[in-house]
């Protein structure tokens, strides 16, 4: 079973190194962390009493992977949801921010919990997604993959210079759908053919 710093340590590869991608709305990036995240967290990581690019150039790999630790998984509490749903939520967070948490309690409030989707992981949210889990916690993480791929394709309709993180320039998946299929069974993958009628209207 892969542990919480196996799946920061994944997360770190997949972002990649320094990305300064002008349709990114996150902006400039280095392992998936941002220089506004650095500014955040107050992280001078080249000691000169300034956070700026610089300090995002200098961010080393173990560096990156101990923000995502401390800053995505324990400090918003997705350490307190069930083991069954925390590596999918965790690699959401460090992805969409509180939104990881928006769309679960989206999903616990669809299947009759009665809870606020704020975005926040407080007593209801652990509560209920402990007992959506114990009834059936790999269709528990099967739903949440799905609704993450729903996001996904919701922000590509909205923003057509998102579309390419959803769809290869061949018009296969991209990685966002990837990353979203990669924490759900198998049978839910969208075959090529689905797929390609789902993004259809992408110009």
Same mark, same amino acid.
């Not at 921010?97 to 992981?121: C, E, F, H, P, T």
């Not at 209801?124 to 993450?148: C, K, N, P, V």
């Given at each position: 079973?892969?542990?919480?710093?196996?799946?920061?340590?994944?997360?770190?590869?997949?972002?990649?190194?320094?990305?300064?991608?002008?349709?990114?709305?996150?902006?400039?990036?280095?392992?998936?962390?941002?220089?506004?995240?650095?500014?955040?967290?107050?992280?001078?990581?080249?000691?000169?009493?300034?956070?700026?690019?610089?300090?995002?150039?200098?961010?080393?790999?173990?560096?990156?992977?101990?923000?995502?630790?401390?800053?995505?998984?324990?400090?918003?509490?997705?350490?307190?949801? *069930?083991?069954?749903?925390?590596?999918?939520?965790?690699?959401?967070?460090?992805?969409?921010?509180?939104?990881?948490?928006?769309?679960?309690?989206?999903?616990?409030?669809?299947?009759?919990?009665?809870?606020?989707?704020?975005?926040?992981?407080?007593?209801?949210?652990?509560?209920?997604?402990?007992?959506?889990?114990?009834?059936?916690?790999?269709?528990?993480?099967?739903?949440?993959?799905?609704?993450?791929?729903?996001?996904?394709?919701?922000?590509?309709?909205?923003?057509?210079?998102?579309?390419?993180?959803?769809?290869?320039?061949?018009?296969?998946?991209?990685?966002?759908?990837?990353?979203?299929?990669?924490?759900?069974? *198998?049978?839910?993958?969208?075959?090529?053919?689905?797929?390609?009628?789902?993004?259809?209207?992408?110009?």
């Amino acid at each position: 079973m892969l542990t919480i710093r196996d799946i920061a340590e994944d997360i770190v590869t997949r972002e990649g190194g320094f990305v300064d991608d002008p349709d990114d709305p996150g902006g400039v990036t280095k392992y998936g962390v941002t220089l506004k995240t650095l500014r955040r967290l107050g992280l001078d990581t080249t000691g000169d009493g300034l956070v700026s690019l610089r300090d995002l150039k200098s961010l080393t790999r173990d560096q990156a992977v101990e923000i995502f630790i401390h800053h995505y998984f324990e400090a918003p509490g997705v350490s307190t949801l *069930p083991v069954a749903i925390q590596a999918s939520v965790f690699d959401m967070y460090v992805n969409a921010g509180a939104n990881a948490v928006k769309i679960l309690q989206s999903l616990l409030r669809q299947m009759g919990y009665s809870l606020q989707a704020d975005g926040v992981i407080g007593p209801q949210t652990e509560a209920s997604a402990s007992d959506a889990a114990a009834i059936d916690a790999t269709a528990f993480r099967d739903a949440y993959g799905i609704a993450r791929r729903n996001y996904y394709f919701r922000l590509a309709d909205r923003r057509s210079a998102s579309r390419k993180y959803a769809r290869t320039r061949a018009g296969g998946k991209g990685g966002w759908i990837l990353r979203a299929e990669a924490f759900m069974s *198998p049978h839910y993958h969208l075959p090529k053919e689905s797929f390609a009628k789902r993004v259809a209207q992408w110009q």
